[in-house]
């Protein structure tokens, strides 16, 4: 039988940071639109498969590991496919190789926050941007850091500025939703998930963690109906069923301590 969503997704680190303060979740934290990387012209032919991007820059980077397009490029489609510990490795000599450029540090530092690695996340990240030119997105997937590690009031200092470059973007307003999510102040969530909601440009993440946060409120029934505009009726009401089981959980606390799970960022 086939688990729900809601479960697969367990070992996300903002589900495990919200059972350990006793709530539960359905969706990632640190989740972040938009590219840190310029596009080639083979890149747009192999980014929509990244399995075939990662064979053929795989091949150009083991045929020149100093060439730092092939190394962003094999590094990126090495997260698209879930090996995480490969693309950290792959980035990480990239950017020893290259150690001015910052599309190289961007990537580096959120394939370091995928495994977990916030502080050094965090830091590599700073060294992609400067205060004279910001990076917005960059400045979210800092603010994603901080919120792992605790630091919810410095994190959503980040979000502000990311949001006074990009006004009303939603994957911002999304990952500062989850900020509050994981602070418990859950009227605050549904308000700023809303806003994203609103903006017209949201998309079924925003959607999913808007449902999250009115979940969490106990208005079950609402938040299957937000979940049913991405899902299929059975997954939604599967993925609402979970998180009853889990807010009735009183041991889940405990459970969600014993693991160290990654972040997953997305692009």
């Not at 697969?8 to 940071?17: F, I």
């Not at 397009?69 to 950290?88: D, P, S, V």
């Not at 990537?107 to 030119?133: E, I, K, T």
């Not at 999510?181 to 700023?192: D, G, I, N, Q, Y």
């Amino acid at each position: 039988m086939r688990r729900p969503s809601i479960a697969r997704l367990l070992g996300s680190a903002a589900v495990t940071a919200l059972l350990a303060t006793g709530l539960g979740g359905c969706k990632t934290m640190g989740d972040i639109t938009g590219s840190l990387t310029s596009r080639s012209d083979t890149a747009a032919v192999t980014e929509t498969d990244p399995r075939r991007a990662a064979e053929v820059y795989g091949e150009r980077y083991r045929a020149n590991p100093k060439d730092a397009e092939a190394g962003l490029r094999y590094g990126t489609a090495l997260r698209a496919t879930g090996q995480r510990a490969q693309a950290t490795a792959v980035l990480e000599q990239a950017s020893l190789a290259h150690p001015g450029n910052k599309q190289l540090l961007a990537a580096y530092g959120r394939a370091l926050a995928d495994n977990g690695n916030f502080r050094q996340a965090f830091d590599v990240l700073s060294r992609a941007h400067s205060p004279d030119n910001p990076d917005w997105r960059i400045l979210s997937v800092q603010g994603a850091a901080l919120d792992q590690m605790g630091k919810h009031q410095e994190a959503r200092g980040y979000y502000a500025s990311a949001l006074r470059i990009a006004p009303d973007e939603p994957s911002v307003l999304s990952n500062l939703g989850l900020s509050y999510v994981l602070s418990r102040e859950l009227p605050k969530a549904e308000e700023t998930l809303r806003k994203a909601q609103a903006t017209g440009r949201a998309d079924a993440r925003v959607r999913q963690n808007l449902a999250l946060a009115v979940g969490l409120q106990g208005r079950f029934a609402e938040a299957e109906t937000i979940a049913r505009a991405d899902l299929p009726p059975d997954e939604a009401a599967a993925n609402v069923a979970y998180l009853k089981q889990m807010l009735s959980r009183k041991d889940a606390p405990r459970t969600a301590a014993r693991g160290k799970p990654p972040v997953v960022a997305q692009d």
